[in-house]
């Protein structure tokens, strides 16, 4: 069992390389084929079904400086195969350089459970929570525009900016039970 580590190779110069992680590749291929047109910096989109990544070609990996959860909301085995996933990570990726972004969350049917349950562990680990949209061409460019702004800093390409001072401004934040009811007696 492999642990992926942050700072295990040296980074390219005006570069930057995103780990795409999904159980479901439609949204992933999508979001990656926007994401390569980027003009700024030279973008490196891998993509993965889960973690661990195979160990075989681990010599010729780049570095990976964001690594994105796709969790598709109406499926329960996508919120499973990342929670598998994180623990091949290593300590260093919870430091600005992992983020979760989220599909399906306006859809009528959604437990919700799973929503709450995806706000836990992104607001436990202290990691970016994004929502997208899926279904249409500018919802992707949208979701790849706003995956960009946080590549450009967990890579360095941003300068004054570190991703440990994004990732602390973007945060998740589950209320405790007593915020919710101040909001609940607030709105009465």
């Known amino acids: 069992m492999s642990v992926l580590r942050p700072l295990s190779k040296l980074p390219d110069i005006n570069a930057a390389s995103v780990l795409l992680v999904e159980n479901e590749e ?7 084929g926007v994401m390569v047109k980027e003009k700024s910096v030279m973008v490196k989109v ?33 919120l499973q195969s990342a929670e598998a996933s994180l623990k091949h990570l290593g300590q260093g990726y919870f430091l600005g350089k992992v983020c979760f972004m989220v599909t399906n969350a306006r859809h009528a049917a959604l437990p919700a459970e799973r929503m709450l349950a995806v706000r ?50 973007t945060s998740c934040i589950v209320p405790t039970e007593e915020e919710e009811q101040q909001n609940l007696d607030f709105d009465a």
């Open 26 to 32: 439609d949204f992933q291929q999508k979001l990656a």
């Open 46 to 78: 891998r993509l993965a079904k889960s973690l661990p990544l195979p160990a075989k070609n681990e010599q010729n990996r780049p570095r990976i400086d964001l690594v994105v959860f796709l969790i598709n909301l109406m499926s329960a085995l996508s």
């Open 120 to 169: 836990k562990l992104a607001s436990g680990l202290r990691c970016p929570l994004l929502y997208a949209e899926d279904q249409t061409p500018d919802g992707v460019t949208n979701a790849a525009e706003r995956l960009l702004v946080i590549l450009r800093v967990a890579a360095g390409c941003v300068p004054m900016t570190t991703a440990l001072f994004l990732s602390n401004l």
